[in-house]
């Protein structure tokens, strides 16, 4: 088994070459630099330019597609948003039409999604792997991703996941949110009722991990823990973990538009995502906030 990641000098994809090679899988990364912290050989590809190292494929029976630009990184102009997109819907065709090019004979194509293709709506619904993108810039972004993954459906076995919020001390959203709460400068923000799917990293590597290895695993699965848990409740819980009270008054939501725009949307609106068929396949080990946030700060 050798494993091409795209995507792998990201959160994810570190933590994820970490434990292919901590289980002896051979692991390379297809990426716009050379440089890796990972250890592992990297090749170049340029996907605006349409051009690829066609030896990142030598020997590959599996390959996962992290690339994207950060949705959160910068404002959302409509070059940045034409960003978000095309660097995930191109590199997808990209990779599809040189492996079909080249008739080579991959297993799996593993593809990171996001719960964004449900839009950022208030709304007490629990989606489901079965409910139809929303008409938002993330919905109609993530649609587009997945159709150009389908695309592998001929040639492999092809599994989406449905990011949440990926829970880590030291990257994404949860880092910025806990240094406020301890510095006692933390509120939840707008209303504080937004729902935030969610899953601890390590459950998101292992989900990804048992993608690569278990062939009977194909579909789509939104990769969320089981824990409903709203922007407030989050706030205050990580306030308990390093026992600060929540005193501020909630951000307004003009202040968050204001600062970034569109983006907001996503930041004051949020969406129940239902992770039964995930667990179908495969087990959690954080179900429950407050276990995630005593492994992750203990």
């Keep these: 088994m050798k494993v091409l990641i795209t995507g792998g000098s ?38 605006e330019k349409n051009k690829i190292d066609e030896n990142c494929f030598v020997g590959v029976t599996h390959i996962v597609h992290l690339a994207g630009a950060g949705i959160a990184e910068k404002a959302w102009t409509q070059k940045r948003k034409e960003e978000i997109v095309k660097s995930r819907v191109l590199t997808t065709r990209l990779m599809h039409s040189k492996i079909t090019q080249l008739k080579l004979p991959i297993s799996g194509f593993i593809a990171a999604s996001a719960v964004g293709i449900y839009g950022a709506q208030i709304s007490e619904k629990v989606f489901t792997e079965k409910d139809k993108a929303f008409e938002d810039f993330m919905g109609n972004c993530c649609k587009q991703w997945e159709n150009s993954i389908d695309k592998f459906e001929s040639i492999s076995r092809v599994v989406k996941l449905r990011l949440g919020v990926i829970l880590d001390k030291n990257h994404g959203a949860l880092p910025r949110i806990a240094n406020m709460v301890k510095n006692r400068i933390g509120s939840p923000l707008g209303n504080g009722q937004q729902y935030m799917p969610w899953i601890h990293i390590e459950d998101a590597v292992n989900v990804f991990y048992k993608s690569i290895l278990d062939e009977e695993i194909s579909g789509t699965f939104n990769t969320v823990s089981s824990d409903y848990i709203t922007n407030s409740e989050l706030t205050n819980k990580i306030g308990n973990v390093f026992n600060r009270k929540i005193w501020l008054p909630n951000v307004p939501s003009f202040v968050l538009k204001f600062l970034y725009g569109e983006m907001s949307e996503t930041i004051l609106k949020g969406v129940k995502v239902s992770n039964k068929k995930l667990k179908g396949e495969i087990n959690l080990k954080y179900e429950k906030i407050e276990d995630a946030l005593t492994e992750i700060y203990s």
């Design 10 to 47: 990201g959160l994810l994809g570190s933590a994820l070459t970490k434990k292919l090679l901590k289980n002896s899988i051979d692991v390379v990364h297809l990426t716009r630099n050379k440089s890796s912290k990972n250890d592992v050989k990297n090749y170049l590809w340029n996907w």
